[in-house]
């Protein structure tokens, strides 16, 4: 009788202290959802993608373009107007508008600059609240350049990004990119590129899937630069209306992403920047796609063409949202070699 007796207070015991632990989780968690929500999830559904950025038929895919790398920036003027649009043919460092000998295999070519290197603090939000602080690396050393995005998240940790590569005929080529979503295993992709820009990818979460890729391929983040540096080279490209195609590879997928240009506008899009002049891109959605993300991105003269503000908005409703805050001279420590 006395076990017995001793056993139902144990059994009691523990019983209190595993409601007890579970009150304090659903205590700490429910405070975490009303400070911080709950990241990348959402019980709304997304609104319908503008008429103009849906692709109901084939669209001609320009063949990639060589680059002709500037070893200087190339001074800007300011332009004439807010919306002052050209398509003048491209202009070198000399203002002749063809590209001179020099840079990636002594061609001709495409102007092209590389941004400084540098940190980049953004505002991350989700459904329009404000989480933390994202820090942004973008670091170039001779041909060789590394970008590192951290994005912290409560409750489900940070997101990390890095594209790291080099500078090919035909710009920025990464070699590998790779993705982590808090504790979670990272996802790799690595370009295994020939000697012309072209190859074959291969994805850690898909060791058979090995697609052939073309010259001028990007990963999700590079793609933002290679546009700032044909940017910084020329702003006379990409007018308003014009689609630009970039073949782009996430953590397992190579697709061909088309992107519409609304061209050179001065407006307050970049709240930090105030009224300043920038470039929005927006990316454009295949009709029959089962699958619509709207993906919108700004980029600002006044950061050598780099994102001022990034824009995602989710099929299942929510809106993440990078905004940028300030820029500060990168750390040596952080440098590539």
């Given at each position: 009788?006395?076990?017995?007796?001793?056993?139902?207070?144990?059994?009691?015991?523990?019983?209190?202290?595993?409601?007890?632990?579970?009150?304090?989780?659903?205590?700490?968690?429910?405070?975490?959802?009303?400070?911080?929500?709950?990241?990348?999830?959402?019980?709304?559904?997304?609104?319908?993608?503008?008429?103009?950025l849906?692709?109901?038929?084939?669209?001609?895919?320009?063949?990639?373009?060589?680059?002709?790398?500037?070893?200087?920036?190339?001074?800007?003027?300011?332009?004439?107007?807010?919306?002052?649009?050209?398509?003048?043919?491209?202009?070198?460092?000399?203002?002749?508008?063809?590209?001179?000998?020099g840079?990636?295999?002594?061609?001709?070519?495409?102007?092209?600059?590389?941004?400084?290197?540098?940190?980049?603090?953004?505002?991350?939000?989700?459904?329009?609240?404000?989480?933390?602080?994202?820090?942004?690396?973008?670091?170039?050393?001779?041909?060789?350049?590394?970008?590192?995005?951290?994005?912290?998240?409560?409750?489900?940790?940070?997101?990390?990004?890095?594209?790291?590569?080099?500078?090919?005929?035909?710009?920025?080529?990464?070699?590998?990119?790779?993705?982590?979503?808090?504790?979670?295993?990272?996802?790799?992709?690595?370009?295994?590129?020939?000697?012309?820009?072209?190859?074959?990818?291969?994805?850690?979460?898909?060791?058979?899937?090995?697609?052939?890729?073309?010259?001028?391929?990007?990963?999700?983040?590079?793609?933002?630069?290679?546009?700032?540096?044909?940017?910084?080279?020329?702003?006379?490209?990409?007018?308003?209306?014009?689609?630009r195609?970039i073949?782009?590879v996430?953590?397992?997928?190579?697709?061909?992403?088309?992107?519409?240009?609304?061209?050179?506008?001065?407006?307050?899009?970049?709240?930090?920047?105030?009224?300043?002049?920038?470039?929005?891109?927006?990316?454009?959605?295949?009709?029959?796609?089962?699958?619509?993300?709207?993906?919108?991105?700004?980029?600002?003269?006044?950061?050598?063409?780099?994102?001022?503000?990034?824009?995602?908005?989710?099929?299942?409703?929510?809106?993440l949202?990078?905004?940028?805050?300030?820029?500060?001279?990168?750390?040596?420590?952080?440098?590539?070699?």
């Amino acid at each position: 009788m006395i076990d017995f007796f001793d056993d139902l207070l144990l059994s009691i015991r523990r019983k209190s202290l595993w409601i007890l632990i579970t009150a304090i989780f659903l205590s700490i968690a429910g405070h975490l959802i009303l400070f911080f929500g709950v990241p990348f999830l959402s019980f709304s559904s997304a609104p319908p993608i503008s008429e103009d950025l849906i692709i109901k038929t084939d669209l001609r895919v320009e063949p990639p373009k060589k680059i002709q790398l500037s070893s200087s920036p190339k001074k800007r003027e300011q332009p004439k107007s807010a919306n002052a649009v050209s398509t003048d043919p491209l202009p070198n460092a000399d203002g002749d508008g063809k590209g001179k000998q020099g840079g990636p295999g002594d061609q001709s070519g495409q102007a092209f600059q590389l941004p400084e290197s540098g940190t980049y603090y953004f505002d991350a939000y989700a459904d329009g609240q404000l989480y933390q602080t994202a820090q942004l690396d973008w670091i170039t050393e001779g041909n060789q350049y590394r970008l590192y995005i951290n994005i912290p998240y409560a409750v489900v940790g940070p997101f990390v990004f890095e594209s790291r590569g080099s500078v090919d005929a035909y710009g920025i080529a990464p070699a590998i990119y790779w993705t982590q979503r808090g504790d979670k295993p990272p996802r790799y992709s690595r370009f295994e590129r020939d000697g012309q820009g072209s190859g074959k990818m291969f994805f850690s979460e898909k060791p058979d899937h090995t697609p052939e890729i073309v010259p001028g391929t990007q990963d999700r983040f590079s793609l933002m630069f290679q546009l700032a540096s044909l940017l910084n080279g020329s702003d006379k490209i990409d007018e308003a209306g014009s689609i630009r195609g970039i073949p782009v590879v996430d953590y397992d997928t190579l697709e061909m992403w088309q992107f519409k240009s609304y061209g050179e506008n001065e407006s307050e899009d970049i709240p930090s920047l105030g009224k300043s002049i920038n470039r929005h891109y927006a990316l454009m959605q295949r009709e029959s796609s089962p699958y619509k993300r709207q993906v919108d991105i700004w980029l600002a003269k006044d950061l050598d063409w780099l994102p001022g503000r990034m824009r995602s908005l989710e099929s299942n409703g929510r809106v993440l949202e990078l905004v940028f805050k300030q820029r500060v001279p990168i750390d040596n420590s952080k440098l590539i070699n």
